[in-house]
């Protein structure tokens, strides 16, 4: 069974950073783009930044272009995210996923695994 393996959330102040990981079977790793979305209580799961497989070309949320960077370690089977800059309302879960199905992240519906979610909380 494929899985992915998301590490890294926390608590962090307002203008802070983080680093979240995410891990998966190599399998799994080298035919996907990597994506992160996120939620928060009481609002639905939202897309925040992805990665091609092969390009690398990357994609981001308005809401989070120019502070977040996502990145993919192919040798090691892992995606980043680094958050800087952090703001209250970055507080949410963070979610990893895959698009094995086209490689490329660009569509959220071909987004087909999940990791179980770390959460980043921002503080005042």
């Known amino acids: 069974q494929e899985e992915l393996v998301e590490s890294g959330g926390g608590t962090v102040q307002s203008g802070g950073s983080l680093t979240l990981s995410c891990s998966a079977s190599?399998?799994?790793?080298?035919?996907?783009?990597m994506g992160w979305f996120r939620q928060a209580p009481g609002k639905e799961r939202e897309f925040v930044a992805a990665?091609?497989?092969?390009?690398?070309?990357?994609y981001y949320s308005e809401s989070v272009k120019g502070r977040f960077q996502i990145s993919r370690d192919n040798a090691k089977h892992t995606a980043f995210l680094q958050m800087n800059n952090l703001r209250r309302e970055d507080t949410a879960v963070y979610y990893c996923?895959?698009?094995?199905?086209?490689?490329?992240?660009?569509?959220?519906?071909?987004?087909?695994?999940w990791g179980q979610g770390t959460q980043v909380t921002v503080t005042s």
């Open positions: 190599e399998s799994l790793f080298s035919r996907s783009a």
């Open positions: 990665i091609d497989r092969h390009t690398e070309r990357t």
């Open positions: 996923s895959t698009d094995s199905l086209t490689g490329t992240g660009r569509n959220l519906n071909d987004y087909d695994h």
